[in-house]
């Protein structure tokens, strides 16, 4: 079974520059999610989707960052203008969701960000 | 950018020995726990989960403790290999919130 795919694995950017990510959960996953990890510490939630629905995006600068999963499937976290302190590892994870108690969530390889 | 992952608690073991791990977990109503193991580039990669209706579980080489009266989860690895060296973190889950917390982890770094 195939895991979670994240484009482009790197990327380096200038500060106030824009830049993309792409993310393809595991088949048949409702929920999706991206993380924010600061290297040497743990993940943090970006946004949450129940399909192509938004259930948690409470940590999610909305001033410069924004997300979409406008069919259900994959999904896009742009980051416009960036700063320095975006430097990190974005993670993009999946789950089944929906009607079970318990979600196990896998995470794609992530997509590591450096602003300069 | 290192100097923040030098300041993530490390356990040094030697190779063969057994590591445990340890996590104190903050949410008393937390029911499901995982641990992960990330490798150095690599993403969060699910190594054994527990519910909270359990104390104990076992996997190949691994074993989860779950004391819940003060809530604390541990990570027992067995026979510890070069390719257990990693950064370990725990997360706990409150079912049908579907939002996890992550600890801060642990690198372990095994020593031939």
């Known amino acids: 079974e195939a895991g979670v795919a994240q484009s482009p694995r790197y990327k380096i950017i200038e500060k106030r520059q824009s830049v993309a990510f792409w993310c393809n959960p595991i088949?048949?996953?409702?929920?999706l999610y991206w993380y924010q990890q600061i290297l040497g510490q743990g993940p943090k939630l970006l946004i949450q989707?129940?399909?192509?629905?938004?259930?948690?995006d409470s940590q999610l600068p909305k001033d410069r960052f924004s997300a979409e999963r406008l069919k259900g499937v994959d999904s896009t976290l742009k980051i416009q203008p960036a700063k320095l302190e975006d430097s990190a590892v974005y993670l993009c994870?999946?789950?089944?969701?929906?009607?079970?108690?318990?979600?196990?969530?896998?995470f794609g390889e992530g997509s590591w960000l450096t602003v300069v | 950018g290192e100097s923040v992952g030098l300041h993530l608690p490390t356990l040094s073991v030697q190779e063969g020995d057994n590591s445990i791990i340890n996590c104190a977990y903050s949410n008393s109503a937390s029911d499901y726990f995982i641990w992960y193991k990330q490798e150095s580039g690599k993403g969060p990669q699910f190594i054994i989960d527990?519910?909270?209706?359990?104390d104990k579980r076992q996997g190949q080489r691994v074993t989860v403790l779950l004391n819940k009266t003060v809530k604390h989860l541990s990570l027992q690895i067995a026979a510890t290999q070069p390719g257990d060296s990693a950064v370990y973190f725990c997360?706990?889950?409150?079912?049908?919130?579907?939002?996890?917390?992550f600890g801060t982890g642990t690198r372990l770094k095994v020593l031939a």
């Open positions: 994870a999946s789950s089944l969701g929906t009607g079970v108690r318990v979600n196990t969530i896998y």
């Open positions: 527990i519910r909270s209706n359990m």
């Open positions: 088949s048949g996953h409702a929920t």
């Open positions: 997360a706990e889950l409150t079912s049908g919130t579907y939002k996890y917390i």
């Open positions: 989707f129940q399909n192509n629905g938004v259930v948690d």
